[in-house]
C-alpha cells in the first residue's frame, strides 16, 4: 500500500467486473477507416503531397504530419484507397478534416515498416526519434505525444519515470488487461524511456483492486534493480498525473507546473507497449485496446481495434446495444464524452467505449447551489468548483482564472458528488476554453 493518500477523490461504483476477467481480442480490419488529423494535444497534422483522393496507402504508411514539435504524425491503419480528405465528426464534439480509407481487403504493411535493428545500441536520441515518428501519444487519455515527454529541457533533470497502471476510471479495464498480457512489453518500453531520459530509476504505480495485475508485475519487474511497483490505495482519480506522482514519489507538482519540474515523467502501460512495439518492430501506432462495456452493450469485451474504425461497427462487434441504451460515451463515466451518435471514429485516445441504459443514466433537473462544499472536499487540485463555475456562467473569465480554473483537469468529481446535479465540470470547461481563448489572442 502506497504510504501517501492524496486529499479529495470519491468511490464510485467501478462496475470493472464486466470486462475485468476478458482477455483482448483482435478485432478484424473494417473495410473503412476515418482517421482524423488531430489525435493529439498540439498542433494538428496536414496529409502529405502525396495523399489524395485515389491514392493507393498500405498500413503503417505515414499519412500527415506537422512542422510542429508538439505534435504526431499519423499513419494509415488498412491497406487500401483514399476516398476522402475533408470534415468528419470527431469524439471531441466538433468536425476534424479528417483522411478516408477504404480497405482493399489484403492489409499489407508499408515496406518500410521492419525492425531498427538491436534495441541495445540505440542512443536517447534514436528512442526520441522512433517514438516521434510512430506517431506515440499517451494512451491514457490525454494523447500528449510521446516525443515531447521525453524530451525535456536540459535544466530538468529527470531522475525518476513514473507508469501510470492505475485506471481508476469506472468501467474500464483495457490497461488491467495489458499489464496481465504484456507485463514484459510493459517493463521493456519503461527501460526505452529511462534510457531517453537519462533517469534512475522507474516505478509502476497500480490500485489495489487489481490484485493480480500488480503480482504479475512484481514478476515482471523482479530482476529489474531500478523498476518497482507501488500498490495504492483504490480512489478517483488515483490516476491523474499529478495525485499519481504525488502517490508514488511524495513529490508535488505545483500549481500551474508540469512533471519535469519535480523531476519526473509520467506515461502509461499502454504507451509503454507502443513504445517497445515501435523500437523493436518499427510499428507505428495504428492500433489500440479499447474497452466496451455498460449495461446498454450485449456482449462487453476488451478489443485490440484499428484507429479509425467506426464506432459503430466496434459495438456491432459485441452484439450491438440493448433497446433501452439511453447513453453512448466515449470514454469511462467519469471523463469521458457522451456522444449524439455511434458515427464517430475510434482514435488513439479512445480508451472505452460505454453504454448505459435508462436504469443507469439518472436524468435531474438541476437546482441552486446550496453552499454545502461537497465539490470543495471532493476536489483533489484543492479548488473551489462551485465558484469557478458561476464566475464561468456569468462570464467572468478573469474571475475564473484568478480561481485557478486552468488547474483543474476535469475529473468530474464536483459533479459526481453535487447534490443540486449542477453540470460544475461542463462550466469549468466553458471557463477553460474561453480563459485559453483571450491567451491566444493576447
Not at 37 to 47: D, F, N, T, V, Y
Not at 96 to 108: A, L, P, Y
Not at 265 to 288: F, S, W, Y
Request: one cysteine or more.
Amino acid at each position: 500500500m502506497s504510504s501517501t493518500v492524496f486529499k479529495g477523490g470519491v468511490h464510485p461504483d467501478y462496475n470493472k467486473e464486466l470486462t475485468a476477467t476478458m482477455a483482448v481480442k483482435t478485432m478484424k480490419p473494417p473495410e473503412k477507416v476515418v482517421i482524423p488529423l488531430q489525435q493529439h494535444i498540439g498542433a494538428p497534422c496536414e496529409p502529405l503531397e502525396s495523399i489524395v483522393v485515389d491514392a493507393e496507402v498500405k498500413k503503417g504508411q505515414k499519412i500527415a504530419e506537422s512542422s510542429g514539435f508538439v505534435s504526431a504524425p499519423i499513419h494509415a491503419s488498412i491497406s487500401g484507397k483514399v476516398t476522402a480528405i475533408g470534415p468528419y465528426n470527431h469524439p471531441l464534439g466538433r468536425p476534424v478534416e479528417s483522411i478516408t480509407i477504404e480497405s482493399d481487403g489484403e492489409d499489407k504493411w508499408d515496406e518500410s515498416i521492419k525492425p531498427p535493428g538491436n534495441p541495445d545500441n540505440l542512443t536517447p536520441g534514436d528512442i526520441r526519434k522512433m517514438v516521434q515518428e510512430t506517431g506515440i501519444v499517451g494512451l491514457g487519455g490525454a494523447t500528449f505525444p510521446a516525443h515531447v515527454k521525453l524530451s525535456p529541457p536540459e535544466d530538468k533533470k529527470i531522475d525518476i519515470v513514473v507508469i501510470n497502471g492505475a485506471e481508476c476510471e469506472p468501467y474500464l479495464t483495457a490497461d488491467h488487461r495489458v499489464m496481465l498480457e504484456k507485463p514484459e512489453e510493459i517493463v521493456f518500453g519503461l527501460k526505452m524511456m529511462i534510457k531517453a531520459l537519462g533517469a534512475e530509476k522507474g516505478i509502476i504505480g497500480i490500485e489495489d483492486n487489481k490484485a493480480d495485475a500488480i503480482k504479475v508485475m512484481e514478476q515482471a519487474v523482479s530482476e529489474e534493480d531500478n523498476i518497482t511497483v507501488s500498490p495504492l490505495h483504490t480512489k478517483y482519480p488515483q490516476g491523474a498525473e499529478k495525485m499519481l506522482i504525488q502517490v508514488t514519489t511524495g513529490r508535488i507538482v505545483p500549481s500551474g507546473g508540469l512533471p519535469l519540474e519535480v523531476g519526473v515523467v509520467n506515461h502509461n502501460v499502454g504507451t509503454a507497449v507502443a513504445i517497445t512495439d515501435a523500437v523493436r518492430e518499427g510499428k507505428p501506432l495504428i492500433e489500440r485496446v479499447v474497452t466496451v462495456t455498460g449495461s446498454g452493450i450485449n456482449r462487453p469485451a476488451n478489443l485490440l481495434v484499428r484507429v479509425g474504425t467506426p464506432v459503430s461497427e466496434v459495438v456491432e462487434s459485441c452484439g450491438g446495444l440493448k433497446e433501452n441504451t439511453l447513453k453512448l460515451v466515449i470514454g469511462g463515466p467519469m471523463m469521458g464524452i457522451a456522444q449524439p451518435n455511434p458515427e464517430i471514429p475510434v482514435i488513439k485516445g479512445t480508451s472505452g467505449i460505454l453504454a448505459l441504459t435508462d436504469e443507469d443514466v439518472y436524468l435531474a433537473e438541476s437546482s441552486p447551489c446550496i453552499r454545502c462544499a461537497k465539490c470543495v472536499d471532493s476536489c483533489p487540485v484543492q479548488l473551489m468548483p462551485t465558484s469557478i463555475a458561476q464566475a464561468s456562467e456569468h462570464g467572468l473569465y478573469k474571475r475564473a482564472e484568478k480561481l485557478h480554473a486552468m488547474d483543474c483537469f476535469e475529473c468530474g468529481c464536483c459533479s459526481y458528488v453535487c447534490p443540486s446535479k449542477i453540470p460544475l465540470v461542463q462550466w469549468i470547461r466553458i471557463g477553460k476554453a474561453e480563459i485559453t481563448k483571450a491567451k491566444k489572442k493576447q
